[in-house]
């Protein structure tokens, strides 16, 4: 699943910044930010 919206990835990932996407699969969620990947586990 992408997630774009702000009030979306805020409640997934608690990303407060205003730019962001989140890619999420069943296992891991990637948090893509100011061209950075940072991999976070939920």
């Known amino acids: 699943?992408?997630?774009?919206d702000g009030?979306?990835?805020r409640y997934l990932t608690d990303f407060t910044g205003s730019a962001g996407t989140v890619l999420t699969s069943k296992k891991?969620?990637?948090l893509y930010v100011s061209n950075?990947?940072?991999k976070e586990w939920f």
């Open 1 to 4: 699943m992408l997630v774009t």
């Open 7 to 9: 009030i979306n990835r």
């Open 28 to 30: 891991e969620a990637y």
């Open 36 to 38: 950075a990947l940072k």
